[in-house]
């Protein structure tokens, strides 16, 4: 199947939506003005394009996705969910590599609904609905992993953007732990990050007691009995030892209640500083203490996929 991109006709050349009917056939009574055989029109600036067509599609190209009546234009719903500019996302679509409803679609002009369709570019769902949002925060030391506290405690709702705005926080951190948790709307992309059957990896930076013996990193790899049952840990390293403190990244992943504290207790290295860096795909980076950030096409695109949506 042709992968090019077609020719953009401009606006002058072709007839309005009104004046055509599906086939691309004058409505009215009148002899059809002859329409202009490939080669089509010449290529136009972009700002003219009429998104609504979908001219470069060969016969045997066009797909059998069945347009939404009242949807959103394809290419403009990848690009309001970031994926690129309007020109960016045609290309990709005629390249092949927009899927709708798990069927490639070629057409610019297609049709979506974005609230109630899986889009995905190169197999990774992309967060089509406008309605959805994904936020990362950086919890500070003293703010409580909930959206309200009846015993008047900063929460996490305090720190967010638009207080109005529902979401669900992903998990939860300690009073005393800081870092990253993930908040949105999307119910079932939540629950699925949260569920010990998806195993999403957690990874927190631990300042403990040291000196800390060669063989920890086996100990807590191995699994380390805790009063609720053995936690295993899923990586471990040592990053500085610099001092009686030693700065070690451990990841897990699982949720328990004070899990990571717990465990390195047990191993006789109390943890005096916390910070969870990454979540999934999604990292900290360099989010200031309290600030919120919105997560990417491409991390959103991650997260589904590491939950298998
Ligand atoms: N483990 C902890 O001990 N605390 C957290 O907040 C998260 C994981």
Known sequence: MATRKPDRPGRDSQPGRSQRRAGGRPASNRPAPARPAPPRPAPARADS?????????????????????????LQKVLAAAGIGSRR??????????????????????????????????????IPASGDLVYLALNKPVGVISAMSDDRGRRTIADLLPDPTQRLFHVGRLD?????????????ELAHRLAHPRYGVLKTYLAEVTGPVP??????????????????????????????????VEVTVHEGRKHVVRRMFAELGHPVS???????????????RPAATRRLTAAEVGNLYAAVGM
């Open 49 to 73: 394009w009429d998104d609504d067509e979908d001219w470069g599609i060969e016969p045997g190209e066009r797909d059998s996705l069945t347009d939404v009546p009242g949807g959103v234009r």
């Open 88 to 125: 960016h996302c045609e290309e990709l679509i005629g390249a092949g590599r927009v899927e709708v409803d798990g069927e490639t679609v070629r057409r610019f002009g297609a049709r979506v609904d974005p609230a109630r369709q899986v889009i995905r570019v190169d197999g990774k769902r």
């Open 175 to 187: 009073y005393e732990t800081e870092g990253l948790i993930l908040l949105t709307n999307d119910g």
């Open 214 to 247: 060669k063989d920890l990193g086996r100990k807590l790899t191995t699994g380390v009995q805790l009063d609720d049952g053995v936690v295993v840990a899923d990586r471990f390293k040592v990053v500085d030892r610099a001092g009686p403190r030693v700065l």
């Open 273 to 287: 500083r916390l910070v969870r860096t990454q979540v999934g795909p999604v990292s900290l980076g360099s989010l």
